[in-house]
Nanobody, 127 residues
Framework: QVLLVQSGGGSVQAGGSLRLSCATS????????LAWFRQVPGKERERVAN????????YYADSVKGRFTISHDNAKNTVYLQMNSLKPEDTAMYYC????????????????????WGQGTQVTVSS
């Protein structure tokens, strides 16, 4: 059984930092595309960052480039999202997600491509 359990998040002032964690179980990382999405009420869930575990290729939304970093720890089966220089517009519910694919399937995946999701964690950035 594939499970994704999130931790981290919370409230921070603009300019601050937070780290989200997503502990995974039930699958082998080799063919995993791991991603972080976020969603605000009334808007589509958007992909923030993703990484292909086999080769560490990373992709970021333009809105977070240079501020967010996605990484994973194979030994701990955990994927992280380090968020620096946070802005009020980063306020959202954040979700980790996983899909099994080749490296091409992790270049520009849609949210509908991901079968497995974490429970979500709220990030609130105040000005």
């Amino acid at each position: 059984q594939v499970l994704l359990v999130q931790s981290g998040g919370g409230s921070v002032q603009a300019g601050g930092s937070l780290r989200l964690s997503c502990a995974t179980s039930g699958f082998i990382y080799g063919s995993a595309c791991l991603a972080w999405f976020r969603q605000v009420p009334g808007k589509e869930r958007e992909r923030v960052a993703n990484i292909y575990a086999a080769n560490d290729n990373r992709y970021y939304a333009d809105s977070v480039k240079g501020r967010f970093t996605i990484s994973h720890d194979n030994a701990k089966n955990t994927v992280y999202l380090q968020m620096n220089s946070l802005k009020p517009e980063d306020t959202a519910m954040y979700y980790c997600a996983a899909r099994f694919t080749n490296r091409y399937g992790c270049v520009n995946p849609d949210k509908s491509d991901f079968r497995y999701w974490g429970q979500g964690t709220q990030v609130t950035v105040s000005s």
